[in-house]
C-alpha cells in the first residue's frame, strides 16, 4: 500500500524535521501511487502537523481509568491487552470470535494522520495506524438487513478503577450507520507514531472516525454487532439532550453549554488563538454526502 512509513520512530526522534519529512513521504507516496478516491486521503492529510507522542499519550479521556485527563496515562498500564479478540455478531454470515492475532495478518495496515476534535472544544493532530473498518467487516460479511454497527469496549473492573464509579452506564457502547462505517475514512487504529497504540489512546484496538467528535472513537473494543437499528450509545444514554447520535462535527451547531465555533489546538500554548472549527472536522468534502438532505441541527 502506498504511503506505509518504512522506518520506526522513538520518542527522541519526533522533532519537527523529522515529522515533517515522514509526512512528506506519506503525501507523495500517496500522490505516486493508489491512492483511494482520486487522492482522497492526500488531501485530507495534507497541512497537518502532528501532535507530539508526549502531548497525544498525555491528555487523555479514557473514563473507564478516571475522568481526568492525566488519569488515563497514569491508570491504564495494568489493563491485560493481550491476547485480545473481538466477538462479531448480529447480522453477519459469519458470527465469532476473531482473534486479533488472526485479523491483523488479513489488513492492509495504513499511516492515516488525521485531526482529531473533542465534543470539549479541544483538538489534536494525531498519526495514526490501523485498516479500514470496512475490510474488517467483510470478514465477518454484512448481511443486507443489516443497516448500523454497534461497538462495546472491554468491562474489567480489576483492571480498570474508573468503572466502580456511575460516571457512565457501563460497558462504553457506541454506534454508526453503517454507510458511515463502510467510509474508507473510517479506521481501526492499532498504532500511534508506528508503535503499538498505548493502553491509554484505546490499546490493543480502536475506532477513528476523524469527522466526529471524539467520543465517538470508542477504545479499546471487545464487540461489533450488525443491527438492523440505531443502537445505543454511552454519552446520548448519559445525556440525550447534549449529546445526539450522529455527533457530526458542526460549528454551527452549538453543545447546550459552549459553543463549538472555535477549538483549543492541544500543544499550542496557553496563551495560543483559538482557532475556527470546521464543518465535519475538515472532511466535508469526503463525508458531507452522507448526510444529503439532512437537517444537521435536528440530527446533532
Ligand atoms: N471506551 C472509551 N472510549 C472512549 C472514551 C472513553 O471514556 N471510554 N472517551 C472518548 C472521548 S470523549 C474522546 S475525546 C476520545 C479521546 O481519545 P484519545 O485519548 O486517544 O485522545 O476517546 C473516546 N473514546
Ligand atoms: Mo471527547
Redesign the pocket.
Known sequence: MAGRWTNTLTRADVTPERLYLNRRQIIAGLAAGAAFGGGTQARAQEALEPNSWEE??S???????GTGKDD?ARLAGQLTTEPWSIEIDGLVERPGTYALSDILPQMTLEERIYR?????A?S?V?PWQGFELADLLDLAGVAPEASHVAFE??LRPEEMP?VARPV?DW??V?GLRLDEARHPLTLMATG?YNRP?PN???API??VVPWK?????????VRITLTDSEPPT??NKANAREYGFYSNVNPEVDHPRWSQATEREIGGGLFSKRKPTLMFNGYEEEVASLYAGMDLTENF
Not at 491528555?59 to 481509568?65: A, D, M, S
Not at 482529531?116 to 470539549?120: D, G, K, L
Not at 467528535?213 to 473494543?221: A, E, L, N, R
Open positions: 497525544i499519550t491528555y487523555n479521556n479514557y473514563y473507564e481509568f488515563p482529531f476534535r473533542c465534543v470539549e479541544w489534536m494525531v469496549t472491554l474508573g457512565l460497558p462504553y457506541e500511534i497504540i491509554q489512546n484505546g480502536r475506532l467528535y471524539g467520543f465517538k472513537s470508542i477504545k479499546s473494543v454511552s454519552w
